[in-house]
């Protein structure tokens, strides 16, 4: 009869385990505590925390309105984004299916490899932020901004392999640690809060707010037969939305009551409780209303498990990007700019937590592979229609429960890929569903303005500028850009007048700065090209790792000897494995 421990050891003892490093297999570099099963678990978890992404992101995707062509907008006076034109919202309930396979594909197939090779707890799907950037900034709502979808996707894919490149050669680690760290923070911060602009609008999230002509923004919250002719709502059904009140309590409240009480699958939980509650189709808050749209989304629910095959997002790209230079080159570096800071940064902090980081290079086990494959996921994750692929911070829950190994990856990898035959469910979660969500999301990013440096203007206004620009020109890249150039004219500024005055002008309190040099530590090599162009023939090994296979074979040949001579040295010989003396 197989128990728990008999599984673990078995594994372990095995090549599975010897590739994933478990405890126990007898690898030098074996992760203390790492158990199959509680791999497997933690695997489980790290999906029930990531699973929101999937009503999410095609929920945000899919109001670009593009698919291949299809979905084309007969723009009117009275109608400019056809919010009205119901053949057009038809093609976009379609394409929101699209994007649900869409995103639990390329998540599953980036978690699986991304475990597979680098051997880290790591879930990766398409990031938050990033696809609201790619959707209402890059596209537009309704495809009302400057770049078609198919060359927003075209970035997309260029961008992975750009990355591809920049990790092969070590250059993606260098430039995270060139860029001013208030600004690395900041950035952080103003996502946080673009996303919470985000959970707070009627397309995709609560309609607590929309805008005005008076003002920037206005309160909301009426349902929608309380709009009056201006568009606005009406004072009178200001914030007598019940589906708002239903996303608000059972999806942001009851959600906070859950992670404080650290429930694994807490975010989930709340997206599923309110879908339920909006699915009946006798309320005054259905998602299912008795409308040609309606019924056709009622329709695809009540298949329930499904495989629907993705008609309109499939490797759309346009190539020719003559038209669209200038739009398709920002889109490119802002990508490129925030998938740095937001890949290396998710990555260094749960390879932190994870136990897996080394104290003196800061880097950490596998970082070469876990970046490549990052890359090539988003290339191939604009194939079937995605904003780029990254790092989930969510992959915490997976390490707290226990993992420190690829294992968890490939499961949270397994998890998604079942997820692809329950698409009819998730392409029905309402956007007052995830509006709680994005407004959570949006806060656990905040923590991060505690360590900007305030004390220090030439720090701090850069880093407040492109907090607040991100969320109030609605755009991501607008906020990078404004604190970037600001930080290197203020700074630049004072490093001249310190040079033209001798160093007799400086700031009061520039002692307190924080550090910044173009010399970036550890050089823009990889340490396998350092080792490779050194001579070493065994140049894909770190130095611990061969100094520890040394130790090892050492270690052999004395257990040779002891076998050989029955004692060294007069010792008598223990020959029981660490599982015996354990047990």
Not at 97 to 119: E, H, Q
Not at 499 to 517: C, F
Not at 536 to 541: A, N
Request: with cysteine; hydrophobic share 45%; charged share 15%.
């Amino acid at each position: 009869m197989f128990s728990v421990n008999s599984i673990n050891e078995a594994v372990a003892r095995s090549a599975v385990g010897r590739w994933f490093k478990l405890d126990g297999c007898g690898h030098p570099k074996q992760r203390k505590g790492s158990l199959f099963l509680t791999e497997i678990r933690a695997g489980i978890a790290a999906f029930f925390a990531m699973a929101y992404i999937l009503a999410v992101n095609a929920s945000i995707l899919s109001d670009t309105g593009e698919g291949k062509g299809t979905c084309v907008c007969p723009r009117t006076a009275d109608d400019p984004v056809c919010d009205a034109d119901t053949d057009y919202l038809l093609c976009v309930a379609e394409v929101k299916r699209d994007l649900v396979t869409a995103t639990a594909a390329i998540s599953a197939i980036a978690s699986f490899c991304m475990g597979l090779f680098s051997n880290l707890p790591v879930g990766l799907a398409p990031g938050l932020g990033l696809n609201a950037y790619f959707a209402y900034n890059v596209v537009g709502y309704h495809g009302s901004g400057n770049t078609p979808y198919a060359v927003a996707l075209t970035a997309t894919f260029a961008e992975g392999f750009i990355f591809f490149a920049l990790a092969f050669f070590g250059l993606r680690q260098w430039l995270a640690r060139a860029i001013p760290r208030s600004i690395k923070l900041a950035t952080s911060v103003g996502i946080g809060l673009f996303l919470t602009i985000i959970g707070f609008t009627y397309s995709e999230g609560l309609g607590i707010l929309q805008g005005a002509t008076s003002t920037p923004l206005v309160l909301a919250g009426c349902p929608e037969s309380g709009f009056g002719s201006d568009g606005l709502c009406t004072e009178a059904t200001k914030m007598r939305n019940p589906a708002m009140w239903v996303g608000i309590f059972a999806g942001g409240v009851l959600t906070v009551m859950l992670l404080m009480y650290r429930f694994k699958a807490a975010i989930i939980a709340g997206i599923l409780l309110v879908s339920i509650i909006s699915w009946p189709r006798t309320t005054n808050l259905t998602y299912f209303p008795y409308t040609e749209v309606g019924n056709d989304n009622f329709d695809f629910f009540r298949k329930v498990v499904d495989f629907h095959r993705i008609s309109k997002t499939l490797a759309v790209q346009q190539w020719d990007i003559s038209k669209h230079g200038g739009q398709f080159g920002l889109a490119l570096i802002t990508f490129l700019y925030v998938d740095i800071l937001d890949t290396t940064g998710t990555l260094y902090a749960m390879a932190r937590l994870a136990n897996v980081v080394d104290p003196e290079t800061h880097d950490f086990e596998g970082s070469t592979a876990a970046y490549m494959v990052d890359a090539l996921s988003i290339s191939i994750g604009s194939l079937f229609g995605c904003s780029p692929v990254t790092a989930f911070v969510e992959s915490g829950a997976g390490i707290a429960d226990g993992g420190r190994t690829g294992l968890t990856a490939m499961t949270t990898g397994i998890c998604f890929f079942i997820s692809v035959f329950f698409a009819p469910i998730f392409a029905s979660i309402p956007p007052w569903a995830t509006g709680s969500v994005l407004v959570l999301v949006g806060s656990m990013m905040m923590p991060a303005a505690v360590d900007i440096n305030w004390r220090y203007l030439g720090d701090a206004i850069p880093a407040f500028v492109t907090i607040v620009v991100m969320p109030f020109t609605y755009s991501i890249a607008y906020g990078l850009i404004a604190g970037i150039l600001l930080y290197i004219l203020i700074n630049t500024l004072v490093w001249l007048i310190e040079i033209a005055s001798g160093g007799r002008l400086v700031p009061a309190n520039k002692s307190e700065k924080d550090h910044w040099t173009w010399r970036i530590p550890g050089g823009a090599l990889p340490p396998w090209m350092v080792r490779a162009a050194s001579g070493k023939k065994d140049f894909w090994r770190d130095e611990s790792y061969a100094a520890t296979e040394s130790t090892t074979s050492e270690a052999i040949r004395v257990d040779d000897n002891r076998s050989t001579s029955g004692s060294i040295k007069g010792h008598p010989i223990d020959t029981s494995g660490p599982n015996e003396k354990s047990a």
